[in-house]
């Protein structure tokens, strides 16, 4: 019986860097990107898929949109020769709302066999789409949204980004209430953060406070959740059984394998990732910029911090990796008595406000796990 698998591929083209961007990501160079369709099948075709089914593959960047429909078609027609799609796979590309307002383009897309858009909504607001760089405008982002239902797509998601450059929570309110108005199945919001090196972190101090942002974060999972949005992740929420599939795995320690530079993987107990240098890409010499086993540590350290990114937490009847969870329990009762976790059965989860001092947590616990035998 195959394997389930999920694959990435990575998309570096954008029209222009937004100012809060650190991923791996260049402005848009028509010149390359039929070299660096190439480049991503020849990839393709040189692994070794064997006994692996994919029920998910993702197409993210970058904005993979800019692409354009040949491309992108070319691409999953790559990845379905290279290894078995399974039935009913999962497969989304993710959008820029001013390349992805031609129905008749997303309708072929389609048809090629992409079944869910990820919308670079970011905000309803044109003053603070310009004050991070975006390039499209309030409208296109409703625009897209009705050319994505009328090309026949029923599996929409939305991003959005919170503690931007002057905004209050009166403003975050109206870009979660426009939002929720398009109608999507998932919504995934995100906490601003001003990266170093990034054109952001030089005006960093415009940027709302720590506690302003809190209040916008437990505004999200109380707005989202009255709107019938079920918080499955710390920053990610799904009418039900809408949850990504594909970024499931990540949070849920399954196989995975990333196409092009900058993507990572985790497959047959290693980690690794390729370099962020399309021009080695091109030339056909992409190199690791990391590789390594997954020990039992490794293991048992990222169940623990991936499963408290998840609402449903851990399980204490489904422990992995040989992990003993009575070390925890102590620690996780005084965070329940703080009104951070709770335990629900067999499981002890992170509230809204345990969320978001979830990396103190996750720290504590990590600190409190015995040597190995």
């Known amino acids: 019986m195959s394997r389930a698998l999920g694959i990435y591929i990575h998309v570096p083209f954008c029209k222009q860097k937004c100012v809060y961007c650190d991923f791996y990501s260049l402005p848009r160079r028509e010149e390359d990107m039929d070299a660096y369709v190439s480049a991503l099948r020849a990839q393709l075709a040189e692994t070794d898929f064997s006994g692996y089914e ?5 197409f993210g ?59 670079g909504m970011q905000s309803a607001d044109g003053g603070e789409l310009r004050a991070i760089g975006r390039v499209h405008t309030a409208a296109q982002v409703r625009a897209a949204a009705e050319a994505a239902r009328k090309a026949g797509f029923d599996n929409l998601s939305l991003d959005l980004i919170y503690g931007l450059p002057g905004q209050d929570l009166p403003r975050w309110r109206k870009n979660l209430s426009s939002a929720v108005e398009l109608a999507p199945e998932h919504l995934s919001c995100y906490g601003l953060k001003a990266e170093p090196g990034t054109p952001l972190y030089a005006r ?15 505004e999200t999972v109380s707005f989202l959740e009255a709107q019938g949005f079920r918080q499955y992740e710390i920053s990610n929420f799904a009418r039900p059984g809408r949850e990504s599939r594909h970024n499931l795995k990540y949070w849920t320690l399954e196989e995975y394998l990333g196409f092009g530079p900058g993507a990572h993987s985790c497959f047959q107990g290693r ?10 890409f091109l030339a056909g010499s992409p190199a690791r910029s990391e590789d390594y086993a997954l020990s039992r540590r490794d293991r048992q350290e990222e169940y623990l911090m991936l499963s408290l990114r998840l609402a449903r937490g851990l399980c204490l009847d489904l422990p992995r990796f040989g992990l003993d969870f009575s070390p925890f329990l102590p620690f996780l009762e005084r965070c329940e008595a703080a009104g951070y976790a ?22 504590e616990l990590l600190s409190l796990l015995p040597p190995l035998c």
């Open 54 to 58: 994919a029920d998910t593959v993702y």
């Open 204 to 218: 960093r101090e415009s940027l709302p406070g720590d506690e302003v942002q809190a209040e916008m974060y437990l």
């Open 342 to 363: 709770v335990r629900r059965e067999r499981a002890w989860r992170l509230t809204p406000r345990g969320f978001l001092v979830s990396n103190q947590i996750i720290g």
């Open 271 to 280: 980690r690794f990732a390729w370099t962020r240098d399309l021009d080695a």
């Open 61 to 119: 960047g970058g904005t993979p949109s800019y692409l354009g429909l040949r491309r992108l078609a070319a691409l999953l027609e790559a990845v379905s020769a290279a290894c078995p799609i399974a039935p009913g796979a999962e497969i989304t590309f993710e959008a820029n709302p001013d390349s992805a307002s031609d129905a008749g383009d997303l309708a072929a897309l389609r048809r090629a066999g992409f079944n869910r858009i990820s919308l």
